[in-house]
């Protein structure tokens, strides 16, 4: 069996890929799944919760950043990295969030992003 170097590094946005890869993917797959049930566009709230460890180191370890820009389409090993901190402080600034790049919704992060430090 060969294996590539792609199979033995994931690629993310860090500073844990191990925390950044997974959540990003998730987040991103939620929403194409809105997408292909035709909800997107009647969406108008996400609330998206982490537990374990992702919960538990949360902002240190990049899980919030990821599942924003998971939500608004992006790829680990496709997201622009020098565009992610304007993007993430305009998300921030606005209280908006483009799901899959395209539709608009309110997202304030302080209740629509929430991390359970104790609860698995």
Excluded: Q, W
Excluded at 44 to 54: D, F, N, T, V
Excluded at 73 to 98: N, Q, S
């Amino acid at each position: 069996m060969s294996v590539s170097v792609l199979d033995i590094f994931k690629i993310g946005i860090g500073p844990s890929s191990s925390h950044t890869v997974g959540p990003m993917r998730a987040a991103c797959t939620f929403a194409l799944g809105l997408r292909e049930r035709g909800l997107l566009d009647k969406t108008a709230r996400i609330k998206s919760e982490l537990y374990g460890s992702l919960g538990a180191t949360g902002k240190g370890h990049g899980s919030d950043k990821a599942v924003l820009l998971g939500l608004e389409g992006d790829a680990p090993d496709e997201v622009d990295t020098e565009a992610v901190p304007a993007r993430l402080a305009a998300i921030r600034k606005d209280k908006r969030l483009r799901l899959l790049g395209s539709h608009g919704i309110a997202f304030d992060e302080k209740a629509d992003l929430v991390m359970y430090r104790r609860e698995s």
